[in-house]
């Protein structure tokens, strides 16, 4: 199941896809802090569940995606198979079993499944959240991504979670005992209140329960409202508005050295212990890397399906609009349809720039000869003058790639590439 950590140098063009994201959105409850199109509450279970139907709307949009793709490239006996399939979300732990087969045998019929497809469901790790993880595996499912978060219940509890540190150990131990072959887990560091100390127990007791892949995600508290993501075909939904006073709240208590300390804390700690720091912000185990998201990095079409979605087929990349209600009636229309959503073609500069700031999140940076038009010259030269950007030699070519440091201010080389 490795996956070639290479940059992919084709120009770009209109390719079948090699990937497929399901964007699953319910969530028991809605944390504070998220940007992820989800709905919660009486919508995600219950007698008034919305769920029922947008299963239905799922596999219909993965016809209707599926067709477009054969009108485009050929029937699928002679494209590319998926190597990846994700189930994200939302929490699609929440799913039926029986659901989640269906969408894997149709997302096999319909795109093919390489044999060795890397096939993730995203999970909770509370009991009434994580699901059956047995049924699980029998219905496909390969990989695990478990949103731990914290081991500090303090923290868990401000971020808003319901599970405890209790229920990510049985999370992982239920996922190995059922014979999932790789698991993740995520963390958050720059939490309010996180301290140096409380970070190096989640990282503890997170490497106590072997997993195979760690995801260390900084808080991100943003708005998309101001930034224009909330209309009628945007892929957000609105914040509400005690999201946003607690969003208020715990920007304030946000401290970006201690951030950057948390950062430099698990890299050193993590290449201590020999895991591979493959992106910016993961870290795998031999054989262990996301292939799911590697396609994203390094620019490899994929579909998408599901509210808020986004799909890349080399050179547009487009979404769906959140809204869960209009996505379903178009879905369910007679005939269906489409759901609204948003495009736009990447190419030209445009794509020059975002194929080189996506491959520089990987340890496989960018080929030196890249580094040539501008903007990207002179922002290349101020990140190595900076000291954000290092050359190294790999197969008789040099290339450039981020510096420890480089990691920390990725954001504001990026903005230069732009
Ligand atoms: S559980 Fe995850 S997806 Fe659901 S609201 Fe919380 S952060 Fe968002």
Same mark, same amino acid.
């Given at each position: 199941m490795g996956y070639p950590?290479? $940059?992919?140098?084709?120009?770009p063009e209109p390719s079948p896809p090699v990937a497929l994201y399901v964007h699953v959105?319910?969530? $028991?409850a809605r944390c504070p802090y998220c940007d992820f199109v989800v709905y919660a509450g009486a919508d995600a279970r219950?007698?008034?569940?919305?769920t029922s139907r947008l299963f239905d709307a799922l596999l219909v949009e993965l016809g209707l995606r599926a067709d477009a793709v054969d009108a485009a490239f050929g029937p699928v006996d002679g494209r590319p198979r998926l190597s990846s399939l994700y189930l994200g979300?939302?929490?699609?732990?929440?799913?039926?079993a029986d659901r989640v087969e269906q969408l894997v045998a149709m997302a096999a019929a319909r795109f093919g499944l390489d044999p060795d497809a890397e096939i993730t469901l995203e999970a909770n790790p509370g009991p009434d959240e994580r699901g059956d993880f047995e049924a699980f595996r029998r219905a496909g499912i390969n990989r695990v991504s478990i949103g731990?978060?914290?081991? $500090?219940p303090e923290e868990l509890r401000r971020l808003g979670r319901r599970h405890s540190p209790a229920d990510i150990a049985a999370a992982v131990a239920a996922a190995r005992g059922a014979g999932i072959r790789s698991v993740n887990l995520d963390l958050l560091y720059?939490?309010?209140?996180?301290t140096e100390a409380s970070w190096r127990q989640s990282l503890a007791e997170a490497l106590a329960l072997e997993p195979d892949h760690l995801s260390l995600y900084a808080l991100t508290l943003d708005d998309p409202e101001t930034e224009g993501?909330?209309? %009628?075909?945007?892929d957000h939904l609105a914040t509400t508005p005690g999201a946003r006073r607690w969003r208020e709240k715990a920007l304030a208590d946000q401290d970006e050295d201690l951030a950057a300390g948390q950062y430099e804390i698990a890299s050193e700690l993590l290449e201590t212990r020999g895991w591979?720091?493959?992106e910016i912000s993961n870290w795998a185990r031999p054989?262990? %890397?996301s292939r799911h998201n590697l396609a994203y990095w390094l620019r490899r079409p994929y579909e998408a399906i599901g509210p808020g979605a986004h799909a890349f087929d080399g050179v547009i990349r487009r979404w769906n609009a959140a809204a869960m209600e209009p996505y379903v009636a178009a879905l369910s229309a007679s005939p269906p349809e489409l759901p609204a959503g948003g495009r736009e073609s990447i190419e030209g500069a445009a794509a020059l720039s975002e194929r080189a700031i996506l491959s520089l999140?990987?340890?496989?940076? /960018?080929? /030196? %000869?890249?580094?040539?038009?501008e903007p990207l010259r002179s922002a290349i030269q101020w990140g190595r003058d900076a000291g954000l950007l290092e050359s190294f030699e790999r197969a008789g070519s040099i290339r450039l790639r981020l510096t420890v440091r480089g990691n920390l201010l990725s954001n504001e080389l990026f903005a230069r590439l732009v």
């Open positions: 950590l290479t $940059v992919d140098v084709r120009p959105p319910f969530c $028991v219950g007698p008034r569940a919305r979300g939302g929490t699609p732990s929440l799913m039926p731990a978060q914290s081991f $500090v720059d939490v309010p209140g996180q993501l909330t209309g %009628e075909t945007g591979h720091h493959y054989d262990h %890397e999140r990987t340890d496989d940076g /960018i080929p /030196i %000869e890249w580094a040539d038009p």
